[in-house]
Structure formats: structure tokens, C-alpha cells
């Protein structure tokens, strides 16, 4: 039993890094590419906790490391008890539930967050900017799918 939860924690560790990584190289992609210019998103993450410019980047990378390895933790227990664990499944599975988690924070982050956002360069989200963040969320799911199937839980 400990050598699993060991698996399980390690695996979860690593996968919501990567996983963190590969959103945002989506986001950044996605912002870079289009419409959706709207700075970045640690930044906006961060000054809703700071409520400035000031330490923003910091706290929003701190935040957004220890959101995506909680995360993590979620999608991985979610697979292993579904027994979706190997290669294909497990990308599968990562990206299906990217798409749902994704299209959750998007609404929420054009429909209320932006609304409500401590810094005026970041409110006002469009559809454009949920769109980035969906695609990012979905590049999550995948990366901690891709992780999990080459676990060995």
C-alpha cells in the first residue's frame, strides 16, 4: 500500500508540473498567435491575490504550480481508479478531462473573474481570452495523461 501511494504522490507531482509547463506553452502560443493578447496570465493570477503589479508574477507562479500539482493529484486518482492509466487511455482520459476543467475556469474567468479583477488591463476577458485558457487546460489534461501512462501505477 505505501509503495502505491508513493507512485501515486511522485506521479502526481511530476505530472501537475508538466502539466503546468505544457498550459502555458498552450496559453502562450495561443495569445501569441491571435485576438487574445491580454498579457499574462500569472500575472493576472497574481495580482488577484496582491492586488497589484507588485510580487504578482511571484505569487502567481507559486499559486499556479501548487494549483496545477493539486490538480494533479485530482486527474491521477480519477485515472487510477477508473483503471485508465495506460497509453492511449490515459492521454484520452487527460484531455477529456482538461476539456471539461477547461471550459469550467474559461467560463468562469469571462463571465465573473475578469468582472471583479483588482488591475484594469485584465478585466473585461473575451471570448478570445477563454479560448486561450481552455486550450491551456486541455494541454494539461494531455501532458498529466502522458505522465500517467508512462508511470507505472
Known amino acids: 500500500m505505501d509503495h502505491v ?3 501515486y504522490l511522485l506521479t502526481s507531482l511530476v505530472a501537475g508540473a508538466v502539466g503546468v509547463l505544457a498550459m ?3 496559453m502562450w502560443l495561443t495569445t501569441r498567435a491571435g485576438p487574445a493578447r491580454h498579457g499574462s496570465m500569472i500575472v493576472a493570477l497574481g495580482s488577484l ?3 497589484s503589479r507588485e510580487n504578482a508574477f511571484r505569487a502567481g507562479a507559486t499559486l499556479h ?3 496545477g ?3 494533479a493529484l485530482l486527474y491521477v486518482w480519477a485515472m487510477h481508479v477508473f483503471k485508465f492509466t495506460a ?3 490515459s492521454v484520452a482520459t487527460g484531455l477529456g478531462i482538461g476539456a471539461l476543467h477547461g471550459m469550467i475556469i474559461s467560463l468562469m474567468l469571462v463571465w465573473v473573474v475578469s468582472d ?3 488591475l484594469e488591463e485584465f478585466k473585461g476577458a473575451d471570448l478570445a481570452i477563454g479560448l486561450s485558457h481552455f486550450a491551456g487546460h486541455v494541454a494539461y489534461g494531455g501532458a498529466v495523461g502522458v505522465v500517467v501512462g508512462f508511470s507505472s501505477l
Do not use: N, S, Y
Open 49 to 51: 491575490i496582491t492586488g
Open 69 to 71: 500539482i493539486i490538480f
Open 116 to 118: 471583479h479583477h483588482p
Open 65 to 67: 504550480v501548487i494549483m
Open 24 to 26: 502555458e506553452l498552450a
Open 5 to 7: 501511494l508513493v507512485r
Open 87 to 89: 497509453f492511449p487511455t
